[in-house]
């Protein structure tokens, strides 16, 4: 079943709408996600099809409902990352299915200091990986440049994701957010409208996933976005006879002018 926008006039199918609300509450969820929460959703995800954002967020509830100490947690899910994303690599594991490496891995993570309870302490205590700061980095710069515009925000968001998959010449902690300025100029020449741009741009990206092992450039995304739907055409209006009457008048001055009879 498909729905009509009566503002844009877009169609999306009911699934899509779903996947949108399920977006939505992912999103939300940035300012309360681990580190490392987004980098472990992509081991979930298959070479050839992208996360749908229902399933992700469902995973991602799931990660944060494991265990009450966030900095544990966190241990768990870079220290788990970093071991399957190198096993990945060598061609050893498929696509996880379920928390079950994660839940073995967090079962060995332990806080050094058990008697501080602390957030802060707690995160001093735990012994993280240094590969992970970089990249925390990265997505700590995204989100606060995506802050208070719907495009930055899209753009964002997809970056973000990219930046987790570790891509070849990927930007620097320190460039990131430079060259989230060139997506951004780049994209707001063809993405003006809100309502109709944002599926597109967020389809795009899935595309996208699946296709790149190195950092790509705005024109890839460009060439991967569905096309806008075209606009209902407004019906022809009814002509009453009062229109009609004019319409004869209107002609009949014009036959006087002219001296036709």
């Not at 925390?136 to 987790?164: F, K, M, P, Q």
């Not at 890839?220 to 004019?246: C, K, Y």
Request: glycine share 4%.
């Amino acid at each position: 079943m498909n729905l009509h926008c009566p503002c844009c006039h877009s169609t999306f199918t009911i699934e899509a709408l779903t996947q949108d609300e399920a977006a939505r509450e992912l999103l939300a969820m940035r300012t309360i996600m681990l580190p490392s929460l987004l980098p472990y959703l992509t081991l979930f995800r298959s070479a050839k099809r992208a996360l749908a954002f229902d399933r992700a967020l469902k995973l991602a509830k799931e990660v944060m409902a494991l265990d009450n100490e966030p900095a544990r947690l966190e241990a768990a899910l870079a220290n788990a990352v970093e071991s399957l994303r190198q096993k990945r690599d060598n061609g050893l594991v498929k696509p996880l299915k379920d928390h079950r490496y994660l839940k073995a891995v967090l079962d060995n993570t332990r806080i050094e200091d058990a008697g501080t309870r602390s957030e802060d302490n707690l995160s001093s205590c735990v012994q993280a990986p240094k590969q992970r700061s970089k990249r925390a980095d990265a997505l700590a710069a995204l989100n606060a440049w995506a802050e208070g515009d719907w495009l930055r925000w899209e753009i964002g968001t997809g970056l973000s994701a990219l930046v987790a998959q570790s891509l070849k010449f990927q930007p620097g902690a320190d460039m990131i957010t430079m060259n989230a300025d060139v997506w951004y100029l780049t994209l707001k020449k063809v993405c003006t409208i809100e309502q109709v741009d944002t599926p597109r741009i967020r389809a795009g990206f899935e595309r996208l996933f699946g296709q790149v092992t190195e950092w790509p450039a705005p024109k890839q995304l460009i060439d991967v976005m569905p096309a806008r739907p075209p606009r209902r055409s407004l019906p022809e209006p009814e002509l009453t006879e009062a229109d009609r009457q004019r319409g004869r008048e209107v002609i009949q001055q014009l036959k006087d002018k002219m001296g036709i009879t």
